[in-house]
């Protein structure tokens, strides 16, 4: 009895995750790069003044930053650190704090579209991209939308949202 129990436990579970119906949070490890967007975070990251610096609460520079709009140099520094350095190629810049980011949501959709990692469908930790900016997706629900994701210039931060303010126009697998 308890046999079929744990078996159909575990085939459910494959399924689920198959699906794509877990959060990151709930699945046996977090993806790098969304590990990356919850401890930045967690540091309260965010702009003073609205001039593209964005500092933790301690005050150090972010390590994307790179006094313009820092969305995609966010994601760039957590694909360094979960180990993607192809995307730097060709056309990477150093930031204020000396690490080689990208800077432009078009240099990433090119990397994405080489490595052959364009999708339409969201997973926890994939880069969800939309016309003139990119997120982390942190959560999927059943269907595989989009429930939450973390992104770095939202409101001039390091900042969480729900779902429903805009639809992605596909994703970058990681």
Known sequence: MKTKISLSLTALLL???AAGTLSASAQASTPALLKFA???LKKKVKE????NIPRGARGAV???SIKLPWC????????SRAGYSSHLEPRSMPSQTGQQVI????????WGKKQKRLTKVARPGYIAVYREYVTVVEKVNRRGAVVSEIGGNLNDAVTRRGAGAATPLFFIRV
């Not at 003073?48 to 001039?51: I, S």
């Not at 800077?103 to 090119?110: C, E, H, Q, V």
């Open 15 to 17: 399924i689920t995750v």
């Open 38 to 40: 919850q401890q930045e």
């Open 48 to 51: 003073t003044n609205g001039n």
């Open 62 to 64: 972010a390590s994307y």
């Open 103 to 110: 800077g432009y949501t078009g240099t990433l959709i090119s």
């Open 72 to 79: 995609v140099s966010f994601v760039s520094v957590g694909l």
